[in-house]
C-alpha cells in the first residue's frame, strides 16, 4: 500500500515537474515576447528567461522589434544575393495626369513599434502597409504630370 502510495505521489511531481519545465522560454535581444492566454492578449515580455503556463492555456508570439523589414512595390529583388530585380508590371505601371504609362518601383522601410499592435490591429500587416503605399503612389502619380514625375 505504501508503495503504491509513493508511485501516485512520484507519479504527479513528475507530470508537475514537466509542466514546469515546458513552460521556459527565452526571448531574445531585439525580440519581444506577446504572451497570449486562451488566444487573448495577455502581456509582453521583455528579453530573457521567462515561464509561462504551457499551451493550450498560454501560448508566446516572439516579434522581433529592432529588424528593419522592406516591402518591395512595382518589383521584387531576385534571390540567391544576384542584385537583380524582377519587374510586376500590374504593381508598377501607373498613368498619370496627362495620360502617360510610368514605370514606378520603390521600396519602403519599416520597423516594428508596438509588438501588441503588430500582432492584433491587422490581419495582415505587410500586405496591408504594401496596398496602401500602392494606393498612395497611385493617387499622386495620377494627379502629377509626366515631367514632375520624371524630375
Known sequence: MLSSRAFRLGSILSVVALVALFGFYIVDAGK???ELRFGQFSQITDPGLHWHAPYPIEQVELVDVEKRNFI???YRSAGGGTGGTQSVPKEAMMLTQDENIVDVRLAVQYQVK???AYLFNVRNPDETLK???ESAIREVIG???MDFVLN
Open 114 to 116: 508596438d509588438a501588441r
Open 131 to 133: 496596398q496602401a503605399t
Open 72 to 74: 518591395e512595390v512595382g
Open 143 to 145: 494627379k502629377s504630370k
Open 32 to 34: 519581444r515576447g506577446v
